[in-house]
């Protein structure tokens, strides 16, 4: 069963750079879309960006538009999620999860939670202002 693993969290001073990875083991990955979540502490979860098993369809919430970039490099079953000039509001614990339904995934949107599973445990991101 595949299991994903979250890297890449950190402190950093607003405006700062970071990029988190998300790494795939004992299972298929590359045939899936994957999303990245965030959660703040009080909030609920919250899509963040998702890309497409074939790598060439992405989306992203408009609170982060022209700042995040989502990647992935298959040969690494991997998934990137580049972060540019953070905020404190992008604070918050980030989720990676892989589509349920390989390719096309199914019905939902891929900006919906229940598009997804599994998920992996999150790496903490906090901005200070």
């Known amino acids: 069963q595949v299991q994903l693993l979250e890297s890449g969290g950190g402190s950093v001073q607003a405006g700062a750079s970071l990029r988190l990875s998300c790494i795939a083991s004992?299972?298929?990955?590359?045939?899936?879309?994957v999303g990245w979540f965030r959660q703040a502490p009080g909030k609920e979860r919250e899509f963040v960006a998702s890309i497409d098993w074939t790598g060439t369809s992405t989306l992203y919430v408009d609170s982060v538009k022209g700042r995040f970039t989502i990647s992935r490099d298959n040969a690494k079953n991997t998934v990137y999620l580049e972060m540019a000039d953070l905020k404190p509001e992008d604070t918050a614990d980030y989720f990676c999860a892989r589509r349920s339904l390989p390719k096309l995934g199914g019905t939902l949107y891929p900006s919906d939670r229940n598009a997804y599973t599994p998920w992996g445990q999150g790496t903490q991101v906090t901005v200070s202002s």
């Open positions: 004992g299972g298929s990955f590359f045939t899936y879309g």
